[in-house]
């Protein structure tokens, strides 16, 4: 759907309503009463005017019409003597969404910067003006992230777990245990706190639910007490396959050993970045620098010539890492603080392309060097030792990831959520 400010046209193919239907006001002379843009985060409320990727800004700032003014410019022009300011969820939604990528989550001290930075033109602009601040919710509250959590079920024989993992287990909603796992997006975690609304498709046709022998060699239950359940459970309005939702795991040469895998759905790459006044272009040019890394991360362990501690096929390995000293820091986003803040002491560091690309965009001093020097492959996974057979589940999930990959569904979803198609093999 495109909207043009000047006429008040709103097109889109096979409309079915009037554009006046949709947009009433649009010729108020004035800011809108709510400025809140769907997907906007704190940088965006003083900083964006409108965006090639979200209509919405269009929609609701109606720019260039208005100036080319931001959502914050016009609430100020409004001169309201009460205003509600509630933003930040979309800082780490997305994170959420795309099943638990930290990297997506706007850093604290940039959130504080931004914030504080919003607070301040309110304050000197809108002196008489009564602020009423929205605080952010958990963002595990969402329905989207646990709408299935810890499903049990009682059908009359005892209560019964109906979702099992990529282990053929039942899965243990352990509350803060380790890192939490999103499913169906799993990593490399074991506990799990969150099942994403996406699991509810796997979930209704009949993934994660246990038959009648699956809760006899899994769950110890007497033969006649699983049938019992079975039974339950169909007339209840489930399918239970007994096949286990599949989760996602880096291939690596150890995993093989102990797992079968699907082929890959999304790849990870590895990329270096350095200080944009380093002058570096290339690999050669890292010889004998300081890198840094997040501690003991893949990268780290690239960097450090480890790889069996690294664990990737040779066909996920594209480069061998320079001879650099390795400085550790808690994670790798701090690395990247660290230059963005002017810490001299390293060059540059070692992360996923995603997060570099994000820094970039959001003006950290730094560029890629060359092109990606490792990729984690990204897949469902499989237990070899389970008794039940994973086979037939499997070859549905390559049919089902690679129909995906032919499509375009899974570039479309990674340039939604990454701005960039992490679905094509590196190499």
């Known amino acids: 759907m495109s909207f043009n400010p000047a006429t008040g046209e709103i097109t889109q193919d096979n409309l079915t309503v009037p554009p006046q239907t949709l947009?009433?006001?649009?010729?108020?002379?004035?800011?809108?009463?709510?400025?809140?843009?769907?997907?906007?985060?704190?940088?965006?409320?003083?900083?964006?005017?409108?965006?090639?990727e979200n209509g919405f800004f269009t929609i609701v700032l109606r720019n260039p019409n208005f100036g080319n003014t931001t959502q914050l410019d016009q609430a100020i022009g409004l001169r309201p003597t009460l205003m509600l300011l509630w933003i930040g969820s979309n800082d780490v939604l997305g994170a959420a969404l795309a099943g638990g990528d930290q990297s997506q989550i706007t850093s604290?001290?940039?959130?504080?910067a931004r914030y504080t930075a919003v607070l301040q033109q309110i304050g000197e602009y809108l002196t008489s003006t009564a602020l009423v601040i929205g605080n952010i919710p958990n963002v595990t509250d969402i329905p989207y992230v646990n709408i299935l959590d810890?499903?049990?079920?009682?059908?009359?024989?005892?209560?019964?777990?109906?979702?099992?993992?990529?282990?053929?287990?039942?899965?243990?909603?352990?509350?803060?245990?380790?890192?939490?796992?999103?499913?169906?997006?799993?990593?490399?975690?074991?506990?799990?706190?969150?099942?994403l609304l996406t699991g509810v498709l796997a979930y209704q046709q009949g993934l994660g639910i246990p038959d009648s022998a699956a809760m006899v060699d899994l769950l110890g239950?007497?033969?006649g007490q699983a049938s019992q359940l079975q039974a339950g459970m169909i007339a209840a309005g489930l399918n239970p396959t007994g096949?286990?939702?599949?989760?996602?795991?880096?291939?690596?040469?150890?995993?093989?050993?102990?797992?079968?895998?699907s082929v890959p759905y999304y790849y990870t790459p590895a990329v270096v970045a350095v200080?944009?006044?380093?002058?570096?272009?290339?690999?050669?040019?890292?010889?004998?620098?300081?890198?840094?890394?997040?501690?003991?991360?893949?990268?780290?362990?690239?960097?450090?010539?480890?790889?069996?501690?690294?664990?990737?096929?040779?066909s996920s390995i594209y480069?061998?890492?320079?001879?650099?000293?390795?400085?550790?820091?808690?994670?790798?986003?701090?690395?990247?603080?660290?230059?963005?803040?002017?810490?001299?002491?390293?060059?540059?560091?070692?992360t996923s392309e995603t997060v570099v690309n994000a820094n970039i965009a959001e003006g950290f001093p730094v560029v890629k060097v060359g092109s990606p020097v490792f990729s984690e492959n990204l897949a469902a996974a499989f237990d070899k030792s389970s008794s039940l057979s994973s086979e037939s589940?499997?070859?549905?999930?390559?049919?089902?990831?690679?129909?995906?990959?032919?499509?375009?569904?899974?570039?479309e979803l990674s340039n939604k959520w990454f701005e960039a198609d992490l679905t094509q093999n590196p190499t």
């Open 23 to 52: 947009l009433k006001n649009a010729f108020l002379p004035r800011g809108y009463d709510n400025l809140g843009v769907p997907g906007a985060d704190v940088y965006d409320i003083y900083n964006t005017t409108s965006s090639a």
């Open 108 to 112: 604290q001290a940039d959130f504080q």
């Open 150 to 195: 810890g499903v049990m079920i009682d059908l009359g024989a005892g209560e019964v777990p109906v979702l099992f993992g990529h282990d053929f287990l039942p899965i243990d909603f352990a509350q803060g245990v380790g890192n939490p796992i999103y499913l169906p997006l799993l990593t490399e975690e074991t506990s799990v706190e969150h099942v």
């Open 221 to 223: 239950l007497p033969p």
């Open 243 to 261: 096949q286990a939702l599949p989760g996602s795991m880096t291939i690596t040469t150890a995993r093989q050993k102990i797992l079968d895998f």
């Open 275 to 314: 200080r944009a006044d380093s002058g570096i272009t290339d690999m050669a040019g890292l010889e004998g620098k300081a890198l840094c890394a997040g501690t003991s991360t893949t990268y780290e362990q690239w960097l450090n010539h480890d790889m069996e501690g690294l664990g990737l096929p040779e």
């Open 319 to 350: 480069a061998q890492a320079p001879n650099v000293t390795v400085v550790p820091l808690s994670t790798d986003q701090d690395c990247a603080q660290a230059i963005k803040a002017g810490r001299e002491d390293f060059i540059g560091y070692v």
């Open 393 to 411: 589940l499997r070859a549905e999930v390559d049919k089902l990831f690679t129909a995906m990959h032919s499509d375009g569904r899974l570039t």
